[in-house]
C-alpha cells in the first residue's frame, strides 16, 4: 500500500516520512492553506527526497501557466488539484493530474473525469480544501474503487487507517492532519501505520 504524506513544509519532517514508508511528500502551493510552502522552499526538500519518493503539489483554481511553472521549478511529479477545476482547466497542466473530488458534492460528476486523471476521495469543505480530519462515506468510496484507481483522504489516522484500507482497497492513501502533532509552527509526521496489515 502506497502512503503520501501531504503538507510538508519542512526537510525534516519530510525525511520522518520518507523513513516511516511514505511513498510520496505533498506540498501545498495553495496560499489559503496554514500549510503552505513557496514553491523555492519546497524545490529544496524535493531536490533532497530519495529518487523513489515522488513530489506532489497541490494547488486550489489556480492558473496553469503557475501550475506549469512550480512544477518544473520543484519538478514534481504530479499536481493534485483541490479546487472548482473543469475538464477544460486540465488540458494545460503538463503533469500527471489528481483531481480531488468529493462524493456526493455539488460538482462535476465524478463519472466525467477521464480515466487518466487519478481522482482523490475527500470531505467536501469549498473553505478548508481538505485537511478537515473528516472521515468520508468509505463503502460509497469502494464502489468507485473497483471500477477506477481511487487515493483515499480525509480522516486517516494510525488507528483507522488500516479498517478504511480492507474496506475500501484504494491504490494510495493520503494523509495530513490525522498525523500531525502541529501546524504553522511545525508538522511532524507521527505515521504508525503497520505497513504488513495494510496491504492489499
Not at 14 to 36: H, N, T, Y
Not at 94 to 108: C, D, F, S, W
Not at 146 to 171: M, S
Not at 195 to 200: A, C, G, M, Y
Request: aromatic share 6%; with cysteine.
Amino acid at each position: 500500500m502506497l502512503v503520501k504524506v501531504c503538507g510538508i513544509t519542512r526537510l525534516d519532517d519530510a525525511e520522518a516520512a520518507v523513513a516511516m514508508g511514505a511513498g510520496a511528500i505533498g506540498f501545498v502551493f495553495w496560499p489559503g492553506s496554514p500549510r503552505f510552502i513557496d514553491p523555492f522552499r519546497a524545490a529544496t526538500i524535493a531536490a533532497a527526497l530519495p529518487p523513489f519518493v515522488t513530489p506532489v503539489g497541490v494547488f486550489v483554481n489556480q492558473p496553469a501557466s503557475y501550475i506549469n511553472a512550480v512544477a518544473a521549478r520543484v519538478r514534481l511529479g504530479a499536481v493534485q488539484l483541490h479546487g472548482d477545476e473543469a475538464l477544460d482547466d486540465l488540458r494545460p497542466i503538463a503533469r500527471p493530474i489528481i483531481k480531488a473530488v468529493a462524493l456526493g458534492a455539488p460538482q462535476a460528476p465524478v463519472t466525467a473525469w477521464p480515466s487518466q486523471v487519478t481522482l482523490l476521495l475527500d470531505a467536501h469543505d469549498p473553505v478548508q480544501r481538505g485537511g478537515t480530519g473528516r472521515t468520508i462515506d468509505w463503502p460509497a468510496a469502494a464502489e468507485l474503487a473497483v471500477r477506477r484507481q481511487v487515493i483515499l483522504a480525509g480522516g486517516l489516522t494510525p488507528e483507522n487507517v488500516t479498517t478504511c484500507i480492507q474496506t475500501v482497497r484504494p491504490y494510495f492513501v493520503d494523509v495530513r492532519s490525522g498525523v500531525e502533532v502541529g501546524v504553522n509552527v511545525s508538522i511532524r509526521p507521527v505515521i504508525e501505520i503497520d505497513r504488513r496489515n495494510t496491504e492489499r
